[in-house]
């Protein structure tokens, strides 16, 4: 089974950087999309943004644009979210997913498998 795991949460002032990672373990695709979803707490979960296998197509959630970017390197089947100049509504809990195919959806139930989450937290 596809397990994707995230990495690289943490505690940060505003301002700041954090660059998360989402490795993407026994992958069932020889292609495939990572989306990035984030859950604030008392509020639903939203879409960041996500990126196809060849990089070509990619979305970022409006908000986010221009602060966070989203990387691959294939290779090594990780994905990451680059996440500058956060605010503190940037905090939330972070989760990758995975979805086999060139599609690039923007809603979560559009991927297969998801991880378990990695907190980020901004303090003004």
């Known amino acids: 089974q596809v397990q994707p795991v995230e990495s690289g949460g943490g505690l940060v002032q505003a301002g700041g950087s954090l660059r998360l990672a989402c490795s993407i373990s026994?992958?069932?695709?020889?292609?495939?999309?990572v989306g990035w979803f984030r859950q604030a707490p008392g509020k639903e979960r939203a879409f960041v943004g996500a990126r196809g296998w060849d990089g070509h197509l990619s979305f970022l959630e409006d908000s986010v644009k221009g602060r966070f970017f989203i990387e691959r390197d294939n290779a090594k089947n990780t994905a990451y979210l680059q996440m500058n100049s956060l605010k503190p509504e940037d905090t939330a809990t972070y989760y990758c997913?995975?979805?086999?195919?060139?599609?690039?959806?923007?809603?979560?139930?559009?991927?297969?498998?998801w991880g378990q989450g990695t907190q980020v937290t901004v303090s003004s």
């Open positions: 997913a995975y979805r086999s195919g060139h599609a690039v959806p923007t809603k979560w139930a559009d991927f297969s498998y």
């Open positions: 026994r992958r069932a695709s020889a292609r495939y999309t």
